[in-house]
């Protein structure tokens, strides 16, 4: 299937296309909208509104771009709550937890990418940067993992060192101590 490089939506001017994207994500109606609205927009509504204001869009091209818009805002709203989520989270397993929802997020980005037909500029930007921040997580989940890592080994080896001077152990055997149980490579 080839991949078209504009739809129809791709060439609206900016504050319909901001219109469209409010109808579809909030289910917010515009404030010019002709005639009596109740409930949520439908896809007929936004036809409707497009034509209204000068321009003719189909009805599939809308259900295309409500299928994209609310990705990416499901997208931006998973984010939000496990960057809030995690912000709060501390301990052993807040870099693990936070590495797996990044990576989560970045599948899901990925997923979106593969199956959708129409992107914007726009919408590869934002899913570009959904990964790119995802990615950052990890990478900074597994910094922190190595530093706690490095502080515990470094803890095991004072009290290593400690206790055999303690008890008077040799050397050696503390070097094999070190090495064989803790890691620690002195």
Known sequence: MARRVHSS?????????????????????PSDFPG?????????????????QGYSVSKSAI?????????????KSA?????????????????KTQKAAAEMATALALEFMANSDDFTSRQIKEVCQAIRDCAQV???????????????????DKAIASLGKKKKIDPEVL???????????S
């Open 79 to 95: 984010g939000l709550i496990a960057r809030e989520t995690m912000a709060g989270l501390t301990g052993e397993d807040a870099p």
């Open 36 to 52: 009596e609205h109740d409930g949520n927009p439908r896809y007929e509504d936004m036809v409707a509104y497009c034509v209204c």
């Open 138 to 156: 990890s990478i900074k989940a597994d910094q922190y993992i190595r530093e706690q890592v490095k502080t515990k080994a470094e803890k095991a």
């Open 63 to 75: 259900g295309r771009f409500a299928m994209q818009m609310r990705t990416i805002s499901r997208m």
């Open 175 to 185: 070097k094999q101590i070190r090495e064989e149980v803790y890691g620690i490579i």
């Open 9 to 29: 939506i791709d060439k609206l001017p900016a504050a319909l296309w901001d219109a469209l994207t409010r109808m579809v994500v909030d289910n917010e109606w």
